[in-house]
């Protein structure tokens, strides 16, 4: 329950004092980002969830705690409120860009790989939509591939999420949906993973549309907003509805 959700991670924050020991100030910011989560993607409340990231911002600089994962929520938030104000060119992407890039960093030098992942996989959307995926790679890919895959979907997953949005860059669309549906095949078919085949999904059906697909791309956006419901994701939900808006 949402509700209950955001009440328990309020009171785990809000305990938080200078006085305390170093543990209880860590629990205290996973409470603050708990209700970054809660705000962002159980409510869709992009500017509460900003402020409740920059009290975590706040607490990791004085405590000198590990800040990756504020850096990825802050990314999230910016690329959220561009999306939702419509502005692509610009600042708030570019905010959204550098916060990404550095939570991709700091979670690999800390061995955060879950936070890795998920900070490369929207790094690499937002480098399409800045432009950045035009000619050469990004950086940042080199350093995904040093990881290793160690039999992990997460690495394949990663891989072929990127060069998808490197074929949409260079308007590749027949291999961009090949990559995404070799992204959707490394997926697990389970309730953890049923927000992210949602936007995999909901990325491939846009590009069904792009092609003049109709029918297929009905049959992705579908899905994706069955997957969402499934997520529990009403951001994704809005992302769904914009792209059948589109029609």
Request: charged share 25%; glycine share 4%.
């Given at each position: 329950n949402t509700d209950s959700a955001m009440l328990c991670y309020t009171i785990v924050a809000q305990r938080y004092s200078r006085s305390m020991s170093r543990d209880e100030k860590q629990l205290a910011l996973r409470g603050w980002l708990g209700r970054w989560e809660t705000l962002f993607y159980g409510y869709c409340d992009y500017s509460s969830a900003l402020d409740d990231l920059l009290s975590a911002e706040e607490i990791a600089r004085e405590c000198n705690l590990d800040a990756a994962k504020i850096d990825y929520g802050l990314g999230c938030t910016w690329a959220a409120l561009a999306t939702y104000n419509d502005d692509r060119d610009s600042t708030?992407?570019?905010?959204?860009?550098?916060?990404?890039?550095?939570?991709?960093?700091?979670?690999?030098?800390?061995?955060?790989?879950?936070?890795?992942?998920?900070?490369?996989?929207?790094?690499?959307?937002?480098?399409?939509?800045?432009?950045?995926?035009?000619?050469?790679?990004?950086?940042?890919?080199?350093?995904?591939?040093?990881?290793?895959?160690?039999?992990?979907?997460?690495?394949?997953?990663?891989?072929?999420?990127?060069?998808?949005?490197?074929?949409?860059?260079?308007?590749?669309?027949?291999?961009?949906?090949?990559?995404?549906?070799?992204?959707?095949?490394?997926?697990?078919?389970?309730?953890?993973q049923s927000r992210y085949r949602a936007m995999a999904v909901m990325t491939r059906g846009q590009l069904y549309t792009s092609l003049g697909e109709y029918r297929r791309a009905r049959v992705d956006l579908d899905s994706a907003m069955a997957l969402s419901f499934a997520a529990g994701a009403p951001d994704a939900r809005i992302v769904v509805l914009r792209s059948l808006m589109d029609w």
């Open positions: 708030l992407v570019v905010r959204a860009l550098n916060y990404m890039r550095s939570a991709f960093l700091k979670s690999v030098k800390s061995r955060d790989f879950e936070t890795a992942h998920n900070s490369f996989d929207n790094l690499s959307s937002l480098a399409c939509l800045h432009g950045d995926l035009s000619h050469d790679d990004i950086e940042e890919f080199e350093v995904l591939k040093s990881l290793g895959d160690n039999g992990d979907w997460r690495m394949r997953a990663s891989i072929h999420n990127y060069q998808g949005w490197r074929a949409i860059a260079r308007d590749s669309m027949r291999s961009a949906i090949d990559h995404y549906t070799r992204l959707l095949a490394e997926i697990p078919a389970d309730l953890n």
